[in-house]
């Protein structure tokens, strides 16, 4: 007990605050920040100032911009998507996510040379009629591959 | 006065580096004084002013928008992280590029006042570190202080005296 209390007694204030920071409560403030940096960095892409933003978006006080891109601002879903609309970006899928991998069947109706209907990453050789596969790939990837099927 | 500057671990990460400073031969950093001094009327401001220094070391790095710029001579890179607007609470910084900066101390600024001269405390912890910024400054030209590991540590001398209030 007692070394523990030393412990407590050599924690800085810094890590005392950091322990009551929960993992959440960082997230928003990180999601905050990286959505100015983004909007920021949009700006600076057209070489728009402070003013072109504001114009664009038909406000008439300088100092909500300044404001957006301090990192502090918690945005409405409106003004994201005003944002975007006029930015050209997207803002609210900040971080990409993870290809999802789907299992699908593929019934093949027409004899079709493999080399031709399907796509590199299909790792099959020779000529196939009336067959069922189960193939494993991912989403991305699928829009492709149904073209390929479906031309 | 002796002080030097040292980095802040908890705070430092991949977008940038951390700095504060120690007064003679105090155990506690300026932030770390910023920190006991102002949490206890305003918890939750310190905590977001935590959280925004962490997010800057860790995501964002230190990007101009996030400071308030021109809070010391002109080029000196004495700036304020912005609060919230409902907050009134200012940290004073030096800002090296996005990489690096060095985190002073600050306080409560009133609304009754228009200039940081106008509260004492808030123009002794910003006058502290614009003569710490010209220090800083005549070692990199002197070559006695260089910036390493790609602009996000100080190498050298880091060793300060002879400021007077």
């Known amino acids: 007990m007692k070394n523990n209390l030393t412990a407590e007694k050599m924690k800085s204030p810094i890590d005392e605050l950091l322990d009551e920071i929960s993992p959440i409560e960082q997230r928003k403030t990180d999601t905050r920040m990286l959505l100015a940096a983004r909007i920021n960095d949009a ?28 990192g502090t601002h918690n945005f409405t879903m409106d003004t994201l998507v005003e944002l975007e609309s006029v930015l050209d970006i997207s803002l609210l899928n900040l971080r990409p996510e993870k290809p999802k991998i789907t299992f699908f069947t593929i019934a093949v109706s027409q004899k079709a040379t493999i080399d031709t209907a399907l ?28 073209s390929i099927l479906c031309s | 006065m002796k002080c030097k500057v040292v980095k802040i671990n908890q705070l430092s990460g991949q ?3 951390i700095y504060s400073v120690i007064i003679g031969d105090e155990a506690e950093t300026l932030l770390d004084k910023f920190i006991n001094e102002s949490k206890i009327s305003f918890l939750n401001e310190t905590k977001d002013i935590i959280k925004r220094l962490r997010t800057i070391g860790s ?53 009754s006042i228009r200039s940081l001269q106008e509260d004492e405390k808030l123009k ?30 100080f190498e050298g001398d880091i060793d300060f005296q002879g400021y007077e209030e």
């Not at chain 2, 912890?125 to 540590?153: C, G, M, P």
Request: proline share 4%.
């Open chain 2, 15 to 17: 977008a940038a580096s």
């Open chain 2, 124 to 153: 002794s912890e910003n006058y502290f570190l614009r003569w710490l910024s010209a220090e800083i400054s005549t070692r990199v030209k002197e070559k006695t202080i260089q910036f390493v590991n790609d602009h996000f540590d």
């Open chain 1, 119 to 146: 796509p590199n990453f299909v790792n099959l050789t020779g000529d196939f009629e009336q067959t069922s596969m189960h193939i494993k790939l991912v989403q991305s990837q699928k829009n492709h591959f149904e």
């Open chain 2, 59 to 111: 995501i964002t790095g230190a990007r101009m928008q996030f400071f308030k710029p021109n809070e010391g001579e002109p080029g000196d890179g004495v700036c304020a992280l912005y609060d919230k607007p409902e907050s009134n609470l200012r940290l004073y910084c030096i800002q090296y590029g996005s990489e690096l900066i060095i985190v002073g101390g600050g306080g409560h600024k009133p609304k």
């Open chain 1, 43 to 70: 700006m600076r892409a057209k070489g728009w100032k402070n003013k072109d933003l504001m114009e664009a978006l038909d406000r008439n006080t300088p100092s909500i911009i300044t404001k957006w891109l301090s």
